[in-house]
Each structure stands twice: as C-alpha cells, then as structure tokens.
C-alpha cells in the first residue's frame, strides 16, 4: 500500500497529525516530513523527499501544504496523490510579509509564547468543545520547536513562490480540505486550487478553522480515507 507522508503546519510537529496517524497507520506506513531545517520552502521541499519514500501520497496542512506543493514542483513523478488542507498556493501578501520581522524580533527576544498566545492562535481555530484542547497542544508544540525554527519556517512563509502554475499540471487524484472557519486560509484559495487542479475534490469541514485534523478528526480521517481509496 502507498505510504502517507504528511507535512505539518508552521510551528506543529507530528501532534497536528495524532487522529490521522492513529487511523492509518494500521493500514500503510506513515511518515511525517521534517520542516524545521532550512529558511527557503525550496530547501525544505528537497529536504522531505531526501527521506521521503520513492513514491507516496502526500498531504500538507498550512504550511506543510505550501511545501507539499514545492515538493510537487520538484518531484511530481514520485507522488501518487495529494492532499492540500487550509492552505495557500500563492505567494505572501506584502501585507503578511511586513509583519514577520517585527514577530521575529519579539521571538528572539523570548518572546515565543506571547507571539503564539496573541499574534497567532486567536485566528486558527473555530469556538467549540475541544477548542481550549487544542490551543494548549499548539502551545506545546511551538515551545518545543523554539525559536530558531520559528525564525527559519517564518522566512521560508515570507519568501515562498506562487504555485498556481504547480497545481495546474497535477493530474494525480487531489484532496482540497478546509474547515469552514477558517481565517488564515479562507475559501477563495481553496476554491482556487481546487480549480487548478485536473482531479480533485473539494470537502468542506463545519465546526473547524484552520486545524480541522484536531478540531473535527472523524470528519478529517474518512475524507482521507475517501481521497486514499480513489
């Protein structure tokens, strides 16, 4: 059975993806792509399929879907499907970009968590039951990343390529996913990649923002389950 390679989002780890490795590892091997070692999506790209098995089905949340379409540029023969989750194809907006620095600075001051508590999490998740859960597990994972990967990965966001072009020439089965609250990655972008790409399906997660696979699982896990059966 193909593998499943999954990318996290910028600041999360493999936590982000616990009810989907839980759900399909019994059934294939599961990987997770490291995106903590370089500043350019480029980079990273190349960095994941380094590890990455010959062929795979590839799915990236947030940034990690940024990167899954970098690896899609790069490597587009070794991926057998895709699955892009409240994500983004094109380049940053001048107005995100100019926000960046003024983060990185207040990080390397140590001011991590206070960037993550006020600058950042308000906007990912939708109101809810688990929604104090999940905050404090993104809490978690930034602090155990730490800064420097937080000044690498928000580099890397500030300077990525559009990859409209990337999306338009996948013919492999495509997954687009979001939760319907999302505010970071809104359903226009994810409109236009479903638009993009030849074979691809759009699902739309209710009660979830931008980290459906913690906020909404079971919703997340049979649309994975759909898209890996195609």
Known sequence: MTPLLLLPGMMCDARLFGPQIAAFSGQRAVHLGPLTGHDTVED???DVLASAPPVFALAGL????IVAMEVARQAPERIDRIALLDTNPRAELDDVRARRLPQIEKVRRG???????????????????????????????????????????????????????TLRGLSCPALVLMGREDRLCPLDRHELMHDLLQDSVLEIIGNAGHLPTLEQPV??????QTWLER
């Open 44 to 46: 990273l790209a190349a």
């Open 62 to 65: 947030s940034m990690g879907g």
């Open 111 to 165: 001011g991590l968590k206070e960037v993550m508590r006020d600058e950042l999490k308000p906007n990912y998740l939708a109101n809810g039951p688990l929604r104090q859960d999940v905050l404090n597990t993104c809490m978690e994972m930034a602090l155990d990343l730490g800064p420097e990967v937080f000044e690498r990965q928000s580099r890397a966001l500030a300077a990525r390529p559009d990859q409209q072009e």
């Open 219 to 224: 919703a997340v896990n049979a649309a994975f």
